[in-house]
Each structure stands twice: as C-alpha cells, then as structure tokens.
C-alpha cells in the first residue's frame, strides 16, 4: 500500500524559507519542573528513556524533511530512519546560583541556535541545577524544547506538549504509532508537478475571488470605522528594528484567578484582560524610559482557524492585529478600549477567508521569500514603518496538575519566535491555575527584559485595582 505523502503547506513552508541565521524560526518552551515527583528518582539516563519510549507513539518527533531538485511543490516529511534521540536530547547545568537569571541566560543562548534541516526539527535541553539544587535528590529541573515553526503552530505544539505530558507521574507509555515512511525523490517530484499544475485554475477560481471580496469588505469597515488596525500604522519602539542572531529571554508567573477576578469584574473575555496586562506593561516600561509613543502600539495575534480550515498542512492559523491603546492612562478605560479594538478585530478577522493566507503562500516559492526578507532586513522599513510592534499570543492549557516524564509541571513558558521589525514576543499560557508569561527578544534591542516581566505583577496589581472602589483605594 502506497502512503500518502505527507506534504509541507506554503504556510508550513514559508517558515523555512522565512529562516535566516539572524532570524531562526523555531518556537520553544520552558519548562520548570518538579523532580520529586519522578518514580525511582530523577537520572538524565532514565528521563531520556522515557522520552524515547513515548517518542514511539509520536510519528512527528520522528519525521524529517525531504526534497528533491526536480520537486515544484514543497518539501515532504519522512520517517527518519536512522533517528537518534540522543542528536535531539542533551543535558547542560546551570552556573551558580542557578536562579531565574541563569537559567533565562542559558534558555537564551539555546533558544539563538538553528535547529540542524538534515534531522528531525526539534531539540530538548535537560537543564539542572536549577535554584541550586540537585535533582537526584528531588530537586529541581528546568526541560527546554524547541520545535521549527515549519512543524508547528500553536495549537499543533501544545498538543505535542500533551503528549510529552501526563496526569499521573508514573502513567505508562502509550502505544507505538507507526510513521509514514520514505519517499524517493521521483514521488516527491511527480507529486510537486501535479500540485504545481494545478495552482492557476485555484488561483483563478477561489483565491483571486475572496480575495477581491475581503479588499471590497476591507475599504467598507474601514470608512465605517469597523475595521481591525491596519498593517504598517505602528509606532516606531526601540524593539522595531532587525533582529540579531542573539536571543534574550524573561519570565512571569501570574494567578489565573488575579485574571478571572478582573474579567468579571468588567465583563470581558479572558483575553481582553491578558491584552491589556501587555498594554500597562509595555506603557510602564516605555514610560519610565521616556520612550512611549503618542499613538497606541499594535500587536499581531496569532487566530488558531483549525476548526475552519479544510487545508493541509501543520500550521493552521490566521492573524489579526488590534491596538493595545497605551496612550490611555487610565486601567478601566484602557481595558474598555482594548476589549472593543479586539471585538472589531475578531469580527473583521473571522470575515477574512480563513484559508485566505494559507492559499496565498502556496504560490511564494523559496527565492521570493527569501530575498523580500533580505531586503526587508537591510532596509530601514523596519525601523520607520514597523508592521506591528509586537506578537501578543495567549494558548490555553488544561487546569489540572500536569507530569512530564513523570515530574510535576510547575510552569510552562512558551516563547515565539521574532522577526525582523518586530523584536518582542510575548506569548502567555494558562495551566493549572497559573499564567506563565514568557518573554523572547533579542539583547541589542531589549538588554533589561528582566524589568519588563518584573512589570508583569505591577501591571496586574493596577487591573486589580482597578476593580475596587475608590474609597478602598485610599482616595478622600
């Protein structure tokens, strides 16, 4: 039985193409853990088996790309038949103390390499020494993954954590899953000449079409006032410039209920208020440097479109950008501004196709993206004309204590990759009643991270505030 060859969308693709040695595309998270947890005791040996034992059941971990020079289409995933676990698991320690800033230095270098195209696109670093202490006597670990973007999105990658994951430290392995085999260079071609003949009559037919028909929709809010931010009417920050080949990372640690309670308070969605959060920290950090723009930033957020989209490919996902309205004081009125910026945004993104984006970057090739980066990089568009001022992105996890290889989570940082123009990503996630904030910028652009995420409990210190009547706020 021939299996189905198991092609890279454009979508997918273009963060190959995308990738420059200042620019890797992977994403990446951290995890803290709890080594006390582990059944007989933590030993890098026995959580490296483990892992390969689970790796069994998850085809993707196992795949690498494949290509032929005669292919028209996209790369292909194939199994990795001479996969190796230990070329993607490898254990570092921390310097002493161990503490948040040695492990955000180490995260950070780690997150700079690119991930090797000839194996499977992923990496896992076992740090120890984590606040000082020694796993092997129940402890504390820290795992860091990171995963090419090509592989992922958000969606894709959190359920790829799942399945790392378990609700009981000492639950068994699941079941081998077979992987979807090699494929000769002649199939990947044949394969590639009958997709790339078949790309005008769909341009022609659906992409020109609803395009056409989201412009018209596009001019209609826009005169009516109803349309999402615009692309390219950011201002200029000093993290909107091109990125180096250097990364620097920050963390935060929230209450969920600290967001709950302020959500309730002014009956808006969960994300209105992570929105906000970002805006009053990024207004204070901007602020106290003297550096905070008249007119709002605008963040892209990413729009998961899984459940909408009939499309092939690992990355499902469209984007909208909305205004964080950091020219507001007020907490209360920035978060009202903010939950209606994002109501128009939400309204005008859902009536945007939602294979809109995937359809168009099936017909950028590997040429056309690479040298509209490089002129995008050299130019100074990216400092003048930033497209947005940052990724703002918010993955829910499940509320229920969580074991990876058998030691407890205590938090799971996610980190985005960034861009040439736009050098901060701020990418929060929910588990277990916490909010794990992680931060990823690039030193030249954001040396004091660290003061940014410490911002993070001052920022939600004034949304909760902000819910208490001004008699208990000390005011005459």
Same mark, same amino acid.
């Given at each position: 039985?021939?299996?189905?060859?198991?092609?890279?969308?454009? +979508?997918?693709?273009?963060?190959?193409?995308?990738?420059?040695?200042?620019?890797?595309?992977?994403?990446?998270?951290?995890?803290?853990?709890?080594?006390?947890?582990?059944?007989?005791?933590?030993?890098?040996?026995?959580?490296?088996?483990?892992?390969? @034992?689970?790796?069994?059941?998850?085809?993707?971990?196992?795949?690498?790309l494949a290509n032929s020079f005669l292919n028209l289409d996209h790369p292909v995933w194939v199994e990795d038949e001479h996969f190796d676990i230990d070329r993607h698991v490898h254990r570092i320690g921390l310097p002493a103390p161990g503490g948040r800033v040695e492990l955000g230095e180490i995260c950070g270098h780690l997150a700079s390499l690119p991930l090797d195209r000839r194996h499977p696109l992923w990496e896992m670093w076992v740090i120890e020494g984590v606040a000082g202490t020694d796993a092997r006597e129940g402890g504390r670990l820290a795992v860091l993954t990171k995963v090419h973007h090509a592989a992922v999105d958000g969606v894709t990658g959190a359920n790829l954590m799942s399945q790392l994951c378990s609700t009981e430290p000492d639950a068994p392995p699941p079941a081998p899953v077979d992987g979807h085999g090699d494929a000769n260079p002649l199939r990947i071609a044949l394969g590639g +000449?009958?997709?790339?003949?078949?790309?005008?009559?769909?341009?022609?037919?659906?992409?020109?079409?609803?395009?056409?028909?989201?412009?018209?929709?596009?001019?209609?809010?826009?005169?009516?006032?109803?349309?999402?931010?615009?692309?390219?009417?950011?201002?200029?920050?000093?993290?909107?410039?091109?990125?180096?080949?250097?990364?620097?990372?920050?963390?935060?640690?929230?209450?969920?209920?600290?967001?709950?309670?302020?959500?309730?308070?002014? /009956?808006?969605?969960?994300?209105?208020?992570?929105?906000? =959060?970002?805006?009053?920290? +990024?207004?204070?950090? @901007? =602020?106290?440097?003297?550096?905070?723009?008249?007119?709002?930033?605008?963040?892209?957020?990413?729009?998961?479109?899984?459940?909408?989209?009939? &499309?092939?490919?690992?990355?499902?996902?469209?984007?909208?950008?909305?205004? +964080?309205?950091?020219?507001?004081?007020?907490?209360?009125?920035?978060?009202?501004?903010?939950?209606?910026?994002?109501?128009?945004?939400?309204?005008?993104?859902?009536?945007? /196709?939602?294979?809109?984006?995937?359809?168009?970057?099936?017909?950028?090739?590997?040429?056309?993206?690479?040298?509209?980066?490089?002129?995008?990089?050299?130019? &100074? @568009?990216?400092?003048?004309?930033?497209?947005?001022?940052?990724?703002?992105?918010?993955?829910?996890?499940?509320?229920?204590?969580?074991?990876?290889?058998?030691?407890?989570?205590?938090?799971?940082?996610?980190? /985005?990759?960034?861009?040439?123009?736009? /050098? @901060?990503?701020?990418?929060?996630?929910?588990?277990?009643?916490? =909010?794990?904030?992680?931060?990823?910028?690039?030193?030249?652009?954001?040396?004091?991270?660290?003061?940014?995420?410490?911002?993070?409990?001052?920022?939600?210190?004034?949304?909760?505030?902000?819910?208490?009547?001004?008699?208990?706020?000390?005011?005459?």
């Open positions: 039985m021939v299996q189905h060859l198991q092609r890279l969308s454009g +979508l997918d693709a273009s963060f190959l193409y995308l990738e420059t040695p200042s620019q890797p595309l992977h994403v990446c998270s951290v995890l803290e853990l709890d080594a006390a947890t582990i059944p007989g005791g933590y030993s890098f040996d026995r959580l490296r088996d483990a892992l390969q @034992l689970r790796i069994k059941a998850m085809p993707n971990f196992r795949e690498k +000449l009958g997709n790339f003949v078949s790309r005008p009559l769909h341009l022609a037919t659906n992409v020109l079409p609803a395009t056409v028909t989201t412009v018209f929709d596009t001019v209609k809010r826009a005169v009516g006032g109803r349309a999402m931010a615009a692309p390219f009417a950011a201002p200029q920050t000093r993290f909107n410039a091109s990125v180096t080949a250097h990364r620097n990372v920050a963390f935060a640690q929230l209450e969920l209920d600290d967001i709950k309670k302020v959500k309730n308070h002014f /009956g808006v969605k969960v994300n209105d208020v992570v929105m906000a =959060l970002v805006a009053g920290v +990024l207004r204070q950090f @901007l =602020l106290d440097r003297g550096e905070l723009p008249d007119s709002s930033l605008v963040a892209m957020i990413p729009v998961s479109v899984h459940d909408r989209s009939d &499309r092939p490919g690992r990355n499902q996902v469209s984007g909208m950008f909305s205004k +964080l309205e950091t020219q507001i004081e007020d907490p209360a009125t920035r978060l009202a501004a903010i939950a209606e910026a994002n109501d128009l945004a939400k309204e005008h993104s859902s009536a945007i /196709g939602a294979t809109l984006l995937q359809d168009w970057s099936q017909f950028a090739g590997p040429a056309i993206f690479g040298v509209a980066m490089r002129v995008y990089a050299r130019s &100074r @568009l990216t400092e003048a004309r930033p497209v947005h001022n940052l990724v703002v992105s918010n993955v829910p996890g499940p509320q229920i204590p969580l074991y990876f290889l058998g030691a407890e989570v205590t938090a799971m940082y996610p980190l /985005g990759p960034i861009f040439h123009g736009s /050098g @901060l990503n701020i990418t929060v996630m929910s588990l277990n009643g916490k =909010l794990d904030v992680g931060l990823i910028s690039c030193p030249e652009l954001l040396p004091d991270l660290w003061d940014m995420a410490d911002d993070f409990a001052v920022g939600m210190k004034e949304l909760l505030d902000a819910t208490k009547p001004a008699a208990k706020q000390g005011r005459k």
